[in-house]
C-alpha cells in the first residue's frame, strides 16, 4: 500500500519560490555591469598588450557567459510548459545550465594559459599606466558585484527541516566567481605595477596562467557539485540514517529502502519502503517524516511481515 496524497500537486518549486526570482533579478544586474567591464578590459589588454588584463577581462567574460546560461536556466526552469514535460518538474535546468557554463569556462581557461605561456616564448611591449588604470576599474566592478549578489546570498537554514534552505548553484556559484574576479584583477594589478617599477614582464603572462588556473579550479568544483544533482545524487541536506533513526524505537518496524534526492534548488523527491508488523497505513509513516523533514515530493510504501 502506498500513499502521495497533497492537496494541489504542482511541481513548479520554481516559480513559486522568491528567493529564486531575487536571485535571478540580481544576476542580471551583475552580468550587463560586467559585460560592459568585460568590453573595457579586453579592448584595452589589445590595446595595451597586457596578457594580465586580457586575462582579466576573459575571466570577465567567462562570468558573463556562465551567468548568462544561468538567467536563461532560470527562465526554462520557471516555464510553465517545461515544468509540465518533466516528471518532478523543471528544476534541473539550474544544475545544468551550471554545469553548461563550467564546461564553456575550463575551455576559456586552457585558451587563456595557452596564451600566456606564448608570451612567455614572445614578449610583447605593455602600456603599464593604462592597463593598470583599467584593472583598476575592473577591480571595483568586481567588488560591486560581489556585494550585490552578497546582498542575497542565502545564509540561513534550518539543517534539520531545511524549509528555508535554497540550494541554488547558479547563485552560489556566481558569488564565488565574482570574489575569484576580484582576487585575479588585484593579481593583475601586482603583475602590471612590477613590470612598470622593476621591468619584470615575466610577471604579466605569469599573472594570465594564474588567472587560467583560478578558472579552472572554479569549472571543476562546480562541474563535480552540478553533475551530483543531474545525476540525482542522494541529497547532502539530509542525512538518511537519522531518518531511519525515527523508527528505531517502533518495534518490528525496519525501513528497507530509502532515498532522498534534489529536483530543484529548493525541494526534494524521496522515496521509501518501510516493513510493519501490522498495517498502520503508509500515510502514518509518511506524516511522521514529513514532521521533521521537509521533503516536497514523498512516496511512502508500507509492507507487512
Known amino acids: 500500500m502506498s500513499s502521495n496524497v497533497t492537496a494541489n500537486y504542482s511541481h513548479d518549486y520554481v516559480t513559486s519560490d522568491s528567493r529564486i526570482g531575487n536571485n535571478e533579478k540580481r544576476t542580471l544586474w551583475v552580468v550587463f555591469l560586467t559585460f560592459i567591464t568585460m568590453i573595457v578590459e579586453i579592448a584595452f589588454g589589445h590595446w595595451t598588450g597586457s596578457m594580465a588584463l586580457l586575462a582579466d577581462g576573459w575571466h570577465m567574460g567567462s562570468h558573463v557567459g556562465a551567468l548568462g546560461i544561468s538567467v536563461i536556466a532560470y527562465r526554462l526552469a520557471k516555464s510553465s510548459k517545461m515544468n509540465s514535460k518533466f516528471t518532478f518538474g523543471a528544476g534541473k535546468f539550474i544544475p545544468l545550465g551550471g554545469y553548461t557554463s563550467a564546461i ?23 602600456d603599464f599606466s593604462t592597463a593598470i588604470f583599467v584593472s583598476v576599474v575592473g577591480l ?9 549578489l552578497w546582498d542575497s546570498h542565502d545564509h540561513q537554514h534550518d539543517e534539520h527541516t531545511a524549509k528555508d534552505h535554497v540550494h541554488d548553484h547558479n547563485h552560489k556559484s556566481a558569488l564565488v566567481h565574482v570574489i575569484a574576479d576580484a582576487l585575479t584583477s588585484v593579481m593583475a594589478i601586482v603583475a602590471l605595477l612590477l613590470g612598470k617599477h622593476f621591468g619584470w ?11 587560467g588556473v583560478v578558472i579552472l579550479r572554479w569549472a571543476y568544483t562546480l562541474v563535480r557539485k552540478t553533475s551530483w544533482e ?13 531518518i531511519r533513526n525515527l523508527f528505531a524505537n517502533d518495534d518490528g518496524v525496519k525501513v528497507l529502502d530509502l532515498h532522498v534526492w534534489r529536483i530543484a ?7 521509501v519502503t518501510i516493513s510493519a508488523p501490522k498495517m498502520m497505513g503508509s500515510q ?8 521533521h523533514y521537509a521533503i516536497e515530493h514523498l512516496t511512502v510504501e508500507e509492507r507487512v511481515h
Do not use: T
Open 201 to 211: 614582464v615575466w610577471a604579466d603572462p605569469l599573472i594570465g596562467v594564474a588567472g
Open 284 to 291: 502514518y509513516y509518511r506524516s511522521r517524516i514529513l514532521e
Open 265 to 271: 534548488p529548493s525541494a526534494h523527491a524521496g522515496e
Open 140 to 148: 571595483v566592478v568586481n567588488v560591486a558585484s560581489a556585494l550585490l
Open 104 to 126: 564553456m569556462l575550463g575551455m576559456v581557461a586552457l585558451l587563456m594559459c595557452v596564451e600566456s605561456l606564448n608570451r612567455f616564448v614572445s614578449p610583447q611591449s605593455i
Open 230 to 242: 543531474l545525476l540525482d545524487g542522494r541529497s547532502k541536506l539530509f542525512s538518511e540514517d537519522d
